[in-house]
């Protein structure tokens, strides 16, 4: 699944994926919203994160992209939904601000960022 050492050692910082007595890694059944997820360490970490058992929205600009990255992380079982937007238009769309109404982790890993003047 990890194809770079950096991103190999974020998701291990975010979780060992050790698991209890009864299999649990903790993460299962727990909502997650990866944000920029169809790529680099989004993808890394989407992927941990399904591996560990979470239920997952991800986010990405590129239609193909973000369905093969779902269609990837549904072998593992739990549910994914998927967003697709472009945020460098400055505002998040209606059903983002719906998923990150009910999650329990929200990771961003979208490397861009805007600029807003002060008034």
């Given at each position: 699944?990890?194809t770079?050492?950096?991103?190999?050692?974020?998701?291990?910082?975010?979780?060992?994926?050790?698991?209890?007595?009864?299999?649990?890694?903790?993460?299962?059944?727990?909502?997650?919203?990866?944000?920029?997820?169809?790529?680099?360490?989004?993808?890394?970490?989407?992927?941990?994160?399904a591996?560990?058992?979470?239920?997952?929205?991800?986010?990405?600009?590129?239609?193909?992209?973000?369905?093969?990255?779902?269609?990837?992380?549904?072998?593992?079982?739990?549910?994914?939904?998927?967003?697709?937007?472009?945020?460098?238009?400055?505002?998040?769309?209606?059903?983002?601000?719906?998923?990150?109404?009910?999650?329990?982790?929200?990771?961003?890993?979208?490397?861009a960022?805007?600029?807003?003047?002060?008034?």
């Open positions: 699944m990890f770079r050492g950096a991103d190999r050692t974020i998701v291990q910082a975010l979780m060992t994926n050790k698991s209890d007595e009864r299999g649990s890694t903790g993460l299962d059944g727990r909502t997650a919203l990866v944000i920029g997820a169809t790529g680099g360490i989004g993808a890394a970490i989407a992927g941990a994160l591996e560990g058992g979470a239920v997952l929205t991800i986010h990405g600009r590129d239609d193909s992209r973000l369905a093969a990255k779902a269609s990837e992380l549904a072998k593992y079982g739990n549910e994914v939904g998927t967003i697709r937007a472009d945020l460098s238009e400055g505002r998040a769309p209606p059903e983002l601000l719906r998923a990150a109404a009910s999650i329990d982790l929200y990771l961003k890993a979208r490397a960022s805007a600029r807003v003047a002060a008034e």
